[in-house]
C-alpha cells in the first residue's frame, strides 16, 4: 500500500505556456500533500503544503501566482505552473501523508521549458 | 537556520565493501530522520525511519543509527552491490515543522563490480 502516482512523468512545453501535474494517492486517503522542486545535483526544495479543502502554504521565496495548487479531494492535489519560462525546468516531486505518518513520494516529474 | 549536511557528494567503492554514510543536522530538537533512496530521474524510495526516542533502526543491509546529542546520523551498507549504487539521502522533520522534511543535498553512491 501507500502508492503514490505522478502525471505526466514528463513534460516539455514552449515559454508562456501553463502545465498542470497532478498528484494522486492510489490506496490511501491524504490530508496532506507537499510539492517539491529538484535541480540538477541538488536536493529537494519545499516548494509547498497542501492541506485538502484550504488554502495551501507556500514557502519563503515561492510565488503563489506562478505556482498553483489545488487540493480538490482527499486523493489528488495538482500542481500548474503558469507563464512556464526555460528557469521553470525542473524536477518536481509530490508527497502524501496518510494520517500523520511518514511521507510517501511520487515518481516525479520532468519539466523542461523551452 | 535549520539545516541538513551530507558530506561527501559522492563516493565510489568497490562492490563487497561495507561503507557508511553520513548526515549530519544543526538542531538536536528533532521529530524524526527518515534516509531515502533516489534512482536517476525517479523519485525516492524511503530506506528507514528513526523516530527521535529511537537510537537506530535496521532494514535487511542497511543499518542506521540516530545521535541527537552531536546532531549526526549514519547509513551502514553491508557488503555493497551494483545495485545500491544510487543517491542517498538524508531528510529531517524538525521539532515544531508541522511535518516539513528538510534534505541535505544527498550522496551519489558508485558500486564498481
Known amino acids: 500500500g501507500a502508492v503514490v502516482s505522478q502525471h505526466p512523468s514528463w513534460v516539455i512545453c514552449k515559454s508562456g505556456t501553463s502545465v498542470k501535474i497532478e498528484c494522486r494517492s492510489l490506496d490511501f486517503q491524504a490530508t496532506t500533500m507537499f510539492w517539491y522542486r529538484q535541480f540538477p545535483k541538488q536536493s529537494l526544495m519545499l516548494m509547498a503544503t497542501?492541506?485538502?479543502?484550504?488554502?495551501?502554504?507556500?514557502e519563503q521565496g515561492v510565488e503563489k501566482d506562478k505556482f498553483l495548487i489545488n487540493h480538490a479531494s482527499l486523493t489528488l492535489s495538482t500542481l500548474t505552473v503558469t507563464s512556464a519560462h526555460p528557469e521553470d525546468s525542473s524536477f518536481y516531486i509530490c508527497?502524501?501523508?496518510?494520517?500523520?505518518?511518514?511521507?510517501?513520494f511520487g515518481p516525479g516529474t520532468r519539466l523542461l521549458v523551452l | 537556520k535549520q539545516e541538513v549536511t551530507q558530506i561527501p557528494a559522492a563516493l565510489s567503492v568497490p562492490e563487497g565493501e561495507n561503507l557508511v554514510l553520513n548526515c549530519s543536522f544543526t538542531?538536536?530538537?528533532?521529530?524524526?530522520l527518515q534516509w531515502f533512496r533516489q534512482d536517476p530521474g525517479k523519485g525516492l524510495t524511503s530506506l528507514l525511519l528513526?523516530?527521535?526516542?529511537?537510537r537506530e533502526q535496521t532494514s535487511g543491509r542497511l543499518n542506521a543509527s540516530l545521535d541527537k546529542s552531536s546532531g549526526r546520523s549514519t547509513l551502514y551498507i553491508a557488503a555493497s552491490q551494483p545495485g545500491d549504487s544510487a543517491t542517498y539521502l538524508c531528510?529531517?522533520?524538525?521539532?515544531?515543522?508541522?511535518?516539513?522534511?528538510?534534505f541535505g543535498k544527498g550522496i551519489t553512491l558508485s558500486v564498481r563490480p
Open positions: 528513526i523516530q527521535s526516542s529511537q
Open positions: 531528510a529531517v522533520i524538525f521539532t515544531g515543522a508541522n511535518s516539513k522534511l528538510t
Open positions: 497542501s492541506n485538502e479543502g484550504s488554502k495551501a502554504t507556500y
Open positions: 538542531d538536536s530538537a528533532i521529530y524524526n
Open positions: 508527497s502524501a501523508e496518510r494520517q500523520q505518518e511518514t511521507q510517501y
